[in-house]
């Protein structure tokens, strides 16, 4: 149980283009989940979190204009990189949270990385 | 963001020995978390810890969480060279989405 997937696992895209990168939770209804960037031989930097249906909350720092979260069902939610720059070639991760019992830590997907030329 | 000191940064240990690392903070948590990342892979859950005091095993890994709520440990018993990754702590409270306040990794190298 509790798996959580993210794609594309990877994506090179050139500079000024928006990339889409989904996360889902498969067998478990996500009631929070969670965006991360991370870069090599750091640790997880939380972006923003989403609640089904409401507004993203955006770390401080964090240009919500730039990452657009959209959270619109119980097992979906996309984080969109608008006007991508090489300087947000990253690694994305996902996670997600369900109610009660075994679901109700973050479970993480396997992570999404961007080039951007 | 606040970030948990966590530490070694790294270890290289020979297969069969066993390894510590633990986390401290300046704060208190009611939930202690440590997660293991593999390279280009998602953070994985190892062992959750939800109370002072607590001892809770996890296979070869045994976690702690400290009393006064600011610390906690991981041991890893017999290593084998699959244990090799990344080992995130991370702490958590009540509120505020119970968003992860996360350490800064302990890089483990195993040889066979």
């Known amino acids: 149980g509790a798996v959580v997937s993210q794609h594309p696992s990877w994506v090179i895209c050139k500079s000024g283009t928006s990339v889409k990168i989904e996360c889902r939770s498969l067998?478990?209804?996500?009631?929070?989940m969670f965006w991360y960037r991370q870069f090599p031989k750091q640790s997880l930097m939380l972006m923003a979190t989403?609640?089904?249906?409401?507004?993203?909350?955006?770390e401080q720092g964090v240009e919500k204009d730039k990452f657009l979260i959209n959270h619109a069902s119980l097992t979906l939610s996309t984080l969109t990189v608008t006007s991508a720059h090489p300087e947000d070639s990253s690694f994305y991760i996902c996670?997600?949270?369900?109610?009660?019992?075994?679901?109700?830590?973050?479970?993480f997907g396997p992570g999404t990385r961007l080039t951007v030329l | 963001g606040q970030q948990l000191n966590q530490s070694p940064q790294s270890m290289f240990i020979q297969e069969g020995e066993d390894v510590s690392m633990n986390c401290t903070s300046s704060?208190?948590?009611?939930?202690w978390l440590w997660y293991k990342q593999d390279p280009g892979e998602g953070p994985v859950l190892l062992i959750a810890?939800?109370?002072a005091g607590e001892l809770t095993s996890n296979g070869r890994l045994t976690a702690q969480f400290g009393i006064t709520r600011k610390d906690s440990f991981l041991n890893i018993s017999a290593s084998i060279p699959s244990d090799v990754g990344i080992y995130f702590c991370?702490?958590?409270?009540?509120?505020?989405?119970?968003?992860?306040?996360w350490g800064l990794g302990t890089s483990l190298a195993v040889n066979p």
């Open positions: 067998d478990f209804q996500a009631t929070t």
């Open positions: 996670s997600a949270r369900g109610f009660g019992g075994s679901y109700n830590e973050q479970f």
């Open positions: 704060s208190i948590f009611n939930t």
């Open positions: 989403s609640n089904e249906g409401s507004k993203a909350t955006y």
């Open positions: 991370a702490g958590q409270n009540a509120g505020n989405n119970r968003k992860l306040i």
């Open positions: 810890l939800y109370k």
